[in-house]
């Protein structure tokens, strides 16, 4: 069964870069499958913020593409959100999940991580 | 990007039907069968509930069902239950490659 855990500091400095990595047991990510972010602001609904292919392939959500890297790293078997300049409007749970086997939906999530924007 | 329209919240009684649309544009909902929709209970992380516009995963209650019809795909519910009462969320892929979600709609079971 795929697991998927998200980790990283639960408080950043505003104008700072967010820096969170999401652990996968269960399926090698160098077999395949797109591996994404997704993040839900306090009170609020769901933002794909981006996506990558195993093979590095990456795809932004147009609104935040400037500031975002994600990243993988096969031989840990983890893949990484970068979002630089935060600012308090960033504060949100962010999930890292992957694609499902047969289609384009996201079958399996992690539990979420919170993020504050704060001095 | 724009998110997808949902209405902010339905209701419904025990027992009964209720339907939850999500509207987009030629660009996602309606130039893809690849509408998804997720259940989430307060606290917890979305759960897969629809995939490809109608197909179910295995494990959810057959009580659950989708359709499209143009830029608009729906959600039905049957046979209301206390456990549905959660919030859900439309996704489309779109021809951007990228991902789009709706607003999200809270149901309350009455």
């Known amino acids: 069964q795929v697991q998927l855990q998200e980790s990283g500091p639960g408080l950043v400095k505003p104008s700072e870069t967010l820096s969170l990595t999401c652990a996968v047991s269960?399926?090698?990510?160098?077999?395949?499958?797109?591996w994404g972010w997704i993040r839900q602001p306090p009170g609020k609904g769901l933002e794909w913020i981006g996506s990558?292919?195993?093979?590095?392939?990456?795809y932004y959500n147009p609104s935040l593409k400037s500031r975002v890297t994600i990243s993988v790293d096969t031989s840990k078997n983890q893949f990484s959100l970068k979002l630089s300049s935060v600012t308090a409007a960033d504060t949100a749970v962010y999930y890292c999940a992957r694609r499902g086997s047969s289609g384009y939906y996201w079958g399996y999530w992690g539990q979420g991580t919170l993020v504050t924007v704060s001095s | 990007q724009s998110a997808l329209t949902q209405p902010a919240s339905v209701s419904g009684s025990p027992g009964q039907s209720i339907t939850i649309s999500c509207t987009g544009t030629?660009?996602?909902?309606?130039?893809?069968?690849?509408v998804s929709w997720y259940q989430q209970h307060p606290g917890k992380a979305p759960k897969l509930m629809i995939y490809?516009?109608?197909k179910r995963p295995s494990g959810v209650s057959n009580r659950f069902s989708g359709s499209k019809s143009g830029n608009t795909a729906s959600l039905t519910i049957s046979g209301l239950q206390a456990e549905d009462e959660a919030d859900y969320y439309c996704s489309s892929y779109t021809s951007s490659s990228t991902w789009v979600f709706g607003g999200g709609t809270k149901l309350t079971v009455l």
């Open positions: 490809d516009v109608s």
């Open positions: 030629s660009s996602d909902v309606g130039g893809y069968n690849y």
């Open positions: 990558i292919y195993h093979s590095g392939s990456t």
């Open positions: 269960g399926y090698s990510i160098s077999s395949g499958y797109y």
